[in-house]
């Protein structure tokens, strides 16, 4: 059967040596690292139910290809019920895990990139199809897991790859001859890396004739010659290395940054080269699939929110974008309307017998509960204009590592004029106002929880008042006896 056990997934793990950093340290054994291991027990869940009945049902399936039964995570799509199988997988096994099971990242890109390749071969007659078939009987055949190399770290976002400063910061082929391709650039937030076999890469957006050494596509082994993994600091490391206080304690998910530092891949293992026509479809392709797999002091707070979005879009190149404005803009829209609450709720205050005024507490209580929510979704908007480097951006300590301190802040940069240090100093800074758990929860529950704040403005709103005036305003006359 080519569907492995969660011990055969562990041995097979022992046979890889991917060069990994973390927090600094070259680790020569990242499977064994306390922050590495949570991330593979997800993993291994995932095999062990395979063999369970009920798990067996969502996870196993039969592959023309092989002929054998295999897992649904590197099958091809091959019918609408093998989309509602995915998606029912994926439930099953989150209702089990809590977290992100870090394989369905390659599942969709193998489907993603079958889609082009198919295409590409009807029109230049290239033999890419061939190749991904080979390729997927292979991890078919050993039940291998395979991350998606999709997200380049792009530098400045204004730029095309082949117009960007430093050529490196869309990953491109720099040399090639009979026996493959050597490439070289960075991917960032490579959910699963290290519990991973395989990459499958794939180009980030769409590609012009100038874009075309950037249209690459191909599998490469976790720890082929030149690949790094550098992994992406999150906010319960200590956590983890304590092994202690971690909630759901088994199951844990991380993305490392993965750089790749002049890899030999052979023809057999690219699936795309030069056809710049077909990376934009392969990645749109790619975003549909893995949709589918896929919801008053903070008035000065919610000042700094729109200040460090701004700064992150300027650091990314992006000043005066229009969509960023408009989230810009609903981000003060929120931050305006939990101050100019307060600010009414002061003008509109009542003296107390005491002579001591009482606020308006419909609208106190309304920017209270605006803060709840709307202030949320400003982090929410935050987080869209920076960037997904806000969850997990490689440690300082592995800035000042010798061995990858330069590539770090060479694939780091973002704006041209803006040192990488900087651009760092902001995302580390967004992260904490994102996710800084006594800020975000007194946003909740601070001053009392929401429901008292809902409470106290019904209570205070007067709802038949505003009932009688709906009323009258529809001609309807209460009490006139008539049917
Ligand atoms: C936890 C996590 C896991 C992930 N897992 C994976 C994975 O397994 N594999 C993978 O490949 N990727 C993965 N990603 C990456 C994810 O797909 C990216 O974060 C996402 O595509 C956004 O890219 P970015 O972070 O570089 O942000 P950016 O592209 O910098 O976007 C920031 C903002 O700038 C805007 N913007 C960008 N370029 C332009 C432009 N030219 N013009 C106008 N506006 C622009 C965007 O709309 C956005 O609002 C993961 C990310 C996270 C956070």
């Known amino acids: 059967m080519a569907v492995k056990t969660s011990e055969q997934y562990y041995d097979s793990l022992k046979v890889l040596h991917p060069t990994t950093y973390i927090l600094g340290e070259k680790v020569q054994n990242p499977h064994e690292h306390p922050l590495i291991k949570h991330m593979l027990a997800g993993v291994a869940k995932t095999y062990g139910l395979s063999h369970e009945p009920e798990g067996k049902r969502y996870l196993v399936a039969e592959s023309k290809l092989i002929g054998e039964e295999v897992s649904r995570f590197v099958k091809f799509f091959e019918s609408p019920d093998d989309l509602l199988a995915k998606v029912r997988m994926l439930k099953f096994l ?25 295409n590409c071969d009807k029109k230049y007659g290239t033999n890419y199809w061939e190749r991904l078939l080979n390729f997927v009987k292979l991890i078919q055949k050993n039940d291998f897991v395979v991350f998606s190399g999709v997200t380049d770290v792009k530098g400045d976002r204004s730029l095309r790859p082949s117009e960007q400063k430093d050529p490196d910061m869309y990953l491109h082929v720099v040399d090639k001859d009979s026996g493959g391709i050597v ?43 030149g690949v790094i993994h550098v ?62 797999s896929h919801g008053g002091c903070k008035c000065g707070v919610g000042d700094v929110l729109v200040g460090a979005a701004a700064a992150a879009a300027e650091y990314n190149g992006l000043t005066g974008v229009s969509h960023i404005n408009s989230k810009l803009a609903e981000m003060l829209k929120t931050v305006e309307a939990i101050y100019g609450c307060s600010i009414a709720a002061s003008v509109e205050a009542e003296p107390t017998e005491s002579g001591i005024y009482m606020v308006d507490p419909v609208l106190s209580n309304t920017s209270k509960l605006y803060e709840g929510k709307e202030l949320h979704e400003a982090i929410r908007l935050m987080i869209e204009i920076a960037g997904g480097m806000v969850a997990d951006m490689p440690s300082e300590k592995d800035m000042e590592n010798p061995d990858i301190g330069p590539l770090l802040k060479k694939y780091l940069k973002g704006a041209d004029n803006v040192p990488t240090e900087d651009r760092m ?29 809902r409470m106290t403005v019904l209570r205070n709103a007067d709802i038949e008042s505003k009932k009688k005036l709906a009323k009258n305003l529809a001609g309807i006359k209460e009490g006139s006896g008539s049917l």
């Not at 089990?96 to 990242?105: A, K, L, W």
């Open 94 to 118: 989150t209702q089990r895990i809590g977290t992100c099971v870090m394989r369905c990242t390659g599942m969709d890109a193998i489907n993603s990139v079958g889609v082009e390749v198919y």
């Open 183 to 225: 490439v070289r650039g960075a991917k960032i937030h490579q959910t699963g890396s290290l519990c991973a076999h395989w990459g499958l890469i794939v180009p980030t957006r769409e590609m012009r004739e100038p874009d075309k050494d950037y249209a690459v596509c191909f599998a490469v082994p976790v720890d082929a010659e």
């Open 425 to 453: 100093r902001l995302f580390r800074f967004i992260e904490k106002l994102a996710f800084e758990s006594r800020d975000i929860v007194s946003n909740i529950h601070g001053a009392g929880s929401p429901e008292t704040h």
């Open 231 to 292: 992994y992406g600091r999150g906010t319960l490391e200590a956590r983890a290395l304590e092994d202690c206080d971690l909630g759901n304690v088994e199951y844990s998910k991380f993305a490392p940054m993965v750089i790749f530092n002049d890899v030999f891949v052979p023809w057999e293992r690219v699936f795309l080269c030069g056809e710049y026509e077909f990376a934009g479809p392969m990645v749109r392709n790619f975003g549909n699939y893995h949709r589918h």
